[in-house]
């Protein structure tokens, strides 16, 4: 499964965690990213909308998002025709984004998540599938 990354100044740290513990060890993912690459201030829409292009684009599977609280890049994500970003602060969230509502991007809050949780969430959202049915119809609905 091909994942892109990015997060803002906010979200470095937690991003660079996730990807050395969650992302890095697993061999089924293929992770590209998108910055930012420092604490640096930087603006936070600037890799929502590089994460959603790739996501759109079909170059990824999937995107993640991390800013201070999520809610900046989950706003600024799905703008974009195709995304469904979910701004997750637990693991039920991740999972019913995935299953009722086929969430594409995953968006992850630094300031409102310890590390050890963001982790558990992005886990169990990647384990997730779709389960269609009855939900289908209300994805179609929200794509058009």
């Not at 900046?72 to 995935?98: C, D, L, P, Q």
């Not at 558990?120 to 794509?143: M, P």
Request: glycine share 10%.
């Amino acid at each position: 499964m091909k994942i892109a990354i990015g997060s803002d100044h906010a979200g470095f740290d937690l991003k660079k965690y996730l990807l050395q513990e969650e992302l890095g060890p697993r061999a089924d993912l293929d992770v590209t990213d998108l910055g930012t690459d420092s604490g640096e201030s930087v603006d936070y829409p600037d890799f929502a909308k590089k994460v959603a292009e790739k996501v759109i684009s079909g170059e990824v599977d999937l995107g993640i998002l991390i800013c201070g609280t999520g809610v900046g890049m989950s706003m600024t994500a799905n703008k974009f025709a195709g995304i469904r970003a979910v701004n997750a602060t637990n693991s039920y969230m991740a999972k019913m984004g995935k299953r009722h509502n086929n969430s594409n991007v995953l968006c992850l809050g630094s300031r409102n998540l310890g590390t050890k949780l963001a982790a558990q969430i992005l886990s169990d959202w990647l384990s997730e599938d779709f389960e269609r049915g009855r939900h289908q119809r209300r994805v179609d609905k929200i794509s058009s």
